[in-house]
């Protein structure tokens, strides 16, 4: 069925870089995209975070839960011999820039799934690394080393709050003529709650890219979210449509 968006109003609160393709798919479904970019995100340049400069290679795989997290470390080494694990497909096409294929890949794109069924597959596996901002949830590093697993982890982004979007994101809010905000990450979830005072707009459709998403906007007074049945823009998409097509 083909996705229509009836030329709703969806405020896109993901860092600028990455709301321009989200901003363009709206656009093609028939919907009017709003981008108030409410993160910011920059690659960890300092000499202390990469002390595994030298000793890269001796791990068996390398773990990337988000492209940021890809378009960094690549920054900063040229190659990897190792096997490599992502997230989901937009990492997974993040990665495959840079001329490698993911050996590992879940069915569903969070943290829990991923390492719930890389142990799974891979149950004597050792030597990971994990790349990782430095808002990253513990999961992967909790699970892994519950397990057994030797794991090392590599912060090489930071994510923070674009506070220069405060103003901008207040204007449109107090037009009250939007049909959905989209929530990517609970960062961006965490940066509206800080940027505007979240109880006077819990009544806004939030659609969130996933259940981890989706608990961190419920959590801060949300009442209505939708996710969808795949974790990605694509998918928050096509829940749009349908949302819009069941209400009628």
Known sequence: MKMDLQDKQILITREQSQAQSFSRLITEAGGRPI???????NCVTQAGQWELDQTIDRFDWVFFTSANGVACFFKKFAEVSCRIAVVGTKTEQA??????????????YNADTMAREF???YPVAN????????????VLPDEFAKHGYDVETMEVYE?????????????VLSQNKLDFITFTSPSTVQ?????????????????CIGT?????????????????????????????????????
């Open 35 to 41: 981008v108030v970019p409410l993160l910011e995100i």
């Open 95 to 108: 990665l495959k820039k840079y001329g490698y294929v993911a050996t590992f890949i879940p069915t569903t």
């Open 119 to 121: 142990i799974e597959k």
């Open 127 to 138: 030597r990971l690394l994990l790349v990782r901002g430095n808002r990253s949830r513990p």
């Open 159 to 171: 994510t923070g709050i674009n506070r220069n979007a405060r103003a901008a994101l207040q204007t």
């Open 191 to 207: 940066a509206f709650v800080e940027l505007v005072d979240v109880w006077k707009y819990d009544q806004l459709v939030c659609v």
């Open 212 to 248: 981890t998403t989706e608990q961190a906007a419920q959590e801060q007074g949300f009442k209505q979210t939708i996710i969808p049945d795949e974790f990605t823009i694509e998918g928050m998409i096509a829940e749009m449509s349908d949302y819009i097509r069941m209400k009628g």
